[in-house]
């Protein structure tokens, strides 16, 4: 039960089960340790944007989730405006998508996208629209000319956007990326080099360094023009995102102290996990207990330099200690709590279409495209709780298909509290 209470479950859902199984411990003639808590779920820091105790905020929401009924719009949806990146990335989970499906959403497009979020199942409920959107990729959002005009269309029409970058083309659209709740550069290294070899560029390319100057700008530019993304909250403002891999766990207390130099509101480190397309495969992404023990002992480095300004995030939740993956529940309900909408499947595809999919983790994977190459952004309404989209859930098999879930504490949130009602949420 000691393994299920550790790979199973969401850090903020082990503090009590853990006393209760040192109480025990101690009992014992021969003591087990317990792990420490991390300390961003300690009580200080457990207010974090990693906390997917948040979804507890829709559950009036996500509790009319109900087959044959329509179903509330997804508080947040992804926008991957181009499948075209300028790194590659040795972990990349959209490699398949960047091969077969490598196109921009257009100007047209996206501009009817950005007006039609905020009427997204109004018909119905009133009270549930699209909040927030994270533009992402697929590519590099910035490679699409259009990106820009866009954020502009959906913080007009009052959806917050966050924005996920590779950190390249920032200074281009310093306005457009101010506007941000905020932005996560994937650096995923603490050094050029590491950086080089892990995002496939030559070993003489400045790209690092560009990245990292970019990062600082843009901070600076934000708080001088007072814009959102400059805004005092802890989890606004640009993040420096870090991937594990084997080749960079020794870089983490390195690249804490340059985020922290160069004004990050945090730095947040997450395990990189096995594509979609890539489980059982000789490419499964594996790490050493060496790997996991260099880890630990960089990110108790790292979090030495957590304070008031600055935060340090080890998001490691979503995996098992050996950093695999963890998908601990049933069925997968997150496919009606979000969906990601991306450039067309082919050049044969009109021009000004979309596809709809269901799973970030697993675009491309057209098991989960709801909407292909479709032109009627007003045909979303329709499909969104269809018995097609009913289908799809039916048809997931969680065990053999999935790599590790986005939304993997979500779909426990989901079948313990509003299905189960096992904390009997009503009585706080």
């Known amino acids: 039960m000691a393994h299920r209470l550790h790979t199973c479950l969401h850090p903020d859902f082990l503090e009590d089960a853990m006393s209760l199984q040192a109480n025990y411990v101690s009992l014992q003639p021969m003591p087990v340790p317990v792990r420490a808590k991390p300390a961003e779920w300690q009580t200080a820091k457990r207010w974090n944007p990693f906390n997917s105790n948040k979804l507890l905020a829709h559950v009036e929401r996500w509790k009319r989730i109900r087959r044959g009924r329509p179903i509330p719009a997804p508080a947040l949806i992804t926008v991957d405006p181009t499948n075209v990146c300028n790194f590659n990335c040795a972990w990349c989970n959209a490699e398949y998508i960047r091969e077969h499906r490598n196109l921009h959403l257009s100007e047209g497009i996206l501009s009817k996208i950005a007006n039609f979020l905020p009427r997204w199942g109004r018909q119905n409920f009133a009270d549930f629209g699209v909040d927030a959107i994270c533009i992402a990729g697929g590519g590099e959002p910035l490679l699409n000319p259009a990106t820009a005009g866009f954020v502009d269309e959906v913080v007009a029409n009052g959806i917050e956007v966050g924005m996920v970058t590779n950190g390249s083309l920032i200074y281009e659209y310093m306005d457009a990326l101010a506007q941000c709740t905020w932005l996560g550069v994937s650096v995923d290294a603490g050094t050029a080099a590491t950086f080089n070899a892990l995002k496939g560029l030559a070993e003489k390319k400045n790209s690092f360094d560009t990245v990292i100057n970019n990062m600082a700008l ?211």
């Open 218 to 428: 843009l901070t600076d530019y934000a708080r001088s023009r007072h814009a959102r993304l400059g805004a005092p909250h802890p989890a606004y403002g640009v993040s420096y995102k870090y991937l594990l891999y084997p080749d960079n766990v020794g870089e983490v207390f390195t690249a804490a102290k340059l985020a922290k130099e160069i004004g990050c509101k945090n730095i947040h480190f997450r395990p990189a996990g096995t594509p979609w397309d890539k489980i059982g495969t000789p490419y499964e992404i594996r790490f050493s207990e060496d790997d996991i023990a260099l880890f630990n002992e960089q990110i108790a480095l790292a979090q030495e330099l957590d304070d008031d300004t600055f935060n340090v995030y080890g998001i490691t939740h979503k995996f098992s200690e050996q950093f695999e993956r963890s998908n601990c529940f049933v069925q997968c309900h997150s496919l009606f709590m979000t969906a990601v909408i991306s450039p067309p499947s082919g050049r044969q595809a009109p021009k000004d279409s979309f596809v709809m999919g269901l799973c970030c983790d697993r675009r491309g994977d057209s098991k989960l495209d709801l909407l292909s190459d479709e032109e009627d952004v007003e045909r979303i309404n329709t499909a969104w709780g269809s018995k097609a989209h009913w289908k799809m859930h039916d048809s997931i098999d969680i065990a053999v298909e999935c790599p590790r879930c986005t939304y993997q504490p979500h779909n426990q949130i989901y079948e313990q509290v509003i299905l189960n009602d096992s904390m009997t949420y009503k009585f706080i």
